[in-house]
């Protein structure tokens, strides 16, 4: 057989006739004629075609699950999407926390500043030594020239706070409204859509006690205003306010972005709070 092949090889290009004697009955005799080229061309393509077969119903069957891998990349694709989301939310609830935080605390030292004593000795034996005060810190300067900045005690002591902030006012943007107050899902503010580079005015007169950048609202500004009123702007392009800074109603504290995760498209998302608790903004500025 295998000389056989070999000289079939060799002629591969020729008509070779084939003849088969029977052994029991040597007169007898059958003659092929074929061309070994066309017949090696038919056996080569019907084991490429068998294999692509055998491959294919693999693939579709159960056992190409262990084969081609096919679930495990699929589940390795949704853990590494849902660990993504879950980096993301924790990141926004850490952010919420210390607004909250920072919004409270500022609101709580605000209101104790119009309290002082004049301690007695009788005083200090009852309730102890009053604890010397915390100094002062004093935060980056604003890159506006000629903005007044303040100092930690002089923000708790400013005159800003001693007016009132009145309502209804304008939008910090003009835009159109794209996204409503929604506390039930972690939405506690509305979102307005702009051009990007779209200046962004602070609704009220107020100091800035933060102004910083985080993965998820890109750069933000917060601002403290009378009456227990704080206003939280987010997605800025640029912000062109420090902590520490006055503003007054009416002045540019940044631009229209979408910077952070949670940003989708050019906005600003834009939030109202008093004594730490949210409102509806919708109810407070003229929203078209």
Known sequence: MKSLLKKLL?????EVTLLLFDDDNPHQQDSYTLKPGKLFALLGALNVA?????????????????????????IRTSVVQI???????????????????DIQ????????????????????AVYGEPEPDPPSITYRI??????????????????????ETRFPVEPPVTGTLTGTYQPDVGHFGIDIAARKGTDVRAVADGVVVSSEWTINN???????????????????????????????KGDVIGKVGETGLLASGPHIHFELWKNGISLDPQYYINVN
């Not at 605390?105 to 200090?124: H, K, L, Q």
């Not at 007044?148 to 007016?163: A, C, P, T, V, Y």
């Open 218 to 248: 890109g750069y933000s500004v917060h601002i403290l205003h009378a009456g227990g009123y704080a206003t939280i702007y987010k997605h800025f392009l640029e912000v062109i306010y420090r902590a520490g800074d006055v503003v007054r």
């Open 10 to 14: 060799e002629r591969r290009r020729e």
């Open 83 to 101: 660990h993504e989301r879950v980096l993301a939310l924790q990141d926004s609830l850490q952010a919420r926390d210390q607004q909250l935080y």
């Open 105 to 124: 605390r500022i609101i709580r030292e605000r209101s104790d500043t119009v309290f002082a004593i004049n301690t007695t000795p009788e005083w200090n």
């Open 142 to 163: 604003s890159q506006v020239p000629g903005v007044q900045s303040l100092k930690w005690d002089q923000i708790i002591h400013s005159e800003i706070f001693s007016g």
């Open 50 to 74: 068998v294999l692509l077969l055998v491959l294919l119903l693999l693939y579709v069957t159960p056992l190409g699950t262990y084969l081609f891998n096919k679930e495990n990349r699929a």
